[in-house]
């Protein structure tokens, strides 16, 4: 069993950056893929960024170029650094993570962090 808890959301204007942190306990963090989603009022939940236990990265072509997902191992952490922002960008955004090879689908979930960006 893995915990995870966002932070750093809050408000910012257009253009502007973020830096989102999810910090994972009670499992080795390791041998999970991490990823973070997003939900805006009335929209689905989309994935935005994704990387794997050995670093490999994947985006959402609507933050490419814009947003990098990094995990410090170290810390048990991983990041969402989010620069360029729109008010689009505006929703929930949540960690989650996967254990590799045993689970196909994201089975861990943070309680998500607000993230408005103001036009």
């Known amino acids: 069993q893995v915990q995870l808890v966002e932070s750093g959301g809050g408000l910012v204007q257009a253009g502007g950056s973020l830096r989102l942190s999810c910090a994972a306990s009670?499992?080795?963090?390791?041998?999970?893929?991490m990823g973070w989603y997003r939900q805006a009022p009335g929209k689905q939940r989309e994935l935005v960024a994704a990387i794997t236990s050995y670093g490999s990265t994947n985006y959402a072509d609507t933050v490419k170029g814009r947003f990098t997902i990094s995990r410090d191992n170290a810390k048990n952490t991983v990041y969402l650094q989010m620069n360029s922002l729109k008010p689009e960008d505006t929703a929930v955004y949540y960690c989650?993570?996967?254990?590799?090879?045993?689970?196909?689908?994201?089975?861990?979930w943070g309680q998500g962090t607000q993230v408005t960006v103001s036009s």
């Open positions: 989650a993570a996967k254990r590799v090879v045993v689970d196909d689908q994201y089975r861990y």
């Open positions: 009670g499992s080795i963090f390791s041998i999970y893929a």
